[in-house]
């Protein structure tokens, strides 16, 4: 079964810091990952997803995340976060054998930024 | 933005009603799916469909029904609505399955039962 952990509800940082927004996953198989991105009263978006290639994915907005399988984690990180950065962000593992796959969602970390 | 619709965004209902959530695309993606998304919860699928008419039951599809008559519609229906069903309800597409992980989402819609 696949599963993934959030490991903070909420983050909070200054404008121009480091952002750094953890995930933990378990999987049977070699994972699928993938970042979201909801901004208030807004639908998701994906920000980059990891598919087995290279283990450093960049996504939008200047954000990356690393797939570490010894660690079994898939942080997301970007170098200096803007005001426009504040919004909810969610860790995804793909489902295998579940019905057409299913996307697993982590329970979100709240992301703000203060000036 | 993908032009995914979905309406109504704000309902209030009694318990008990029926309601019906209508998600419509103008990108003629063969995949649609319907998500709701609650506090501490993440998102949970509720149905997809893989085309005209072909539907399936994702992990929460207790007290839900689906139909997909046309590539651009997928409504969700809830014939009896209850107090446990209060919550936004998303409608996403794809092009590729969620195989690809791509999903585009809709805007929600936050539906109260009282």
């Known amino acids: 079964a696949q599963s993934v952990t959030q490991l903070d509800s909420h983050v909070s940082v200054s404008e121009g810091t480091p952002v750094l927004l953890r995930c933990n996953y378990s999987s049977s198989y070699s994972p699928s990952l993938f970042w979201y991105v909801q901004h208030p009263n807004k639908g998701l978006q994906l920000l980059l997803k990891?598919?087995?290639?290279?283990?450093l994915v960049k996504g939008i907005n200047g954000f990356e995340a690393e797939f570490k399988k010894s660690e079994t984690s898939f942080h997301l990180t970007k170098p200096s976060a803007h005001m426009s950065d504040a919004a909810e962000y969610f860790c995804v593992v793909r489902n295998y054998g579940g019905s057409q796959g299913n996307l697993i969602f982590g329970k979100g970390t709240k992301l703000s930024v203060k000036p | 933005d993908a032009g995914i619709t979905q309406s109504p965004r704000h309902k209030v209902t009694e318990t008990g009603t029926p309601v019906t959530l209508r998600c419509h695309q103008t990108?003629?993606?063969?995949?649609m799916y319907w998500y709701r998304q609650d506090p501490g919860h993440g998102l949970r699928l509720i149905h997809y469909?893989?085309?005209?008419?072909?539907?399936d039951k994702g992990e929460v599809s207790d007290g839900y029904s689906v139909s997909r008559s046309k590539t651009e519609d997928f409504l969700l229906t809830l014939e009896s609505a209850t107090s446990s069903q209060t919550s936004v309800y998303f409608c996403?597409?794809?092009?590729?399955?969620?195989?690809?992980?791509?999903?585009?989402f809709g805007e929600g819609s936050r539906l109260t039962v009282l």
């Open positions: 469909s893989y085309g005209v008419k072909d539907t």
């Open positions: 996403a597409i794809s092009s590729s399955g969620i195989g690809s992980g791509e999903l585009f």
């Open positions: 990891y598919t087995s290639a290279a283990t």
């Open positions: 990108e003629n993606h063969r995949y």
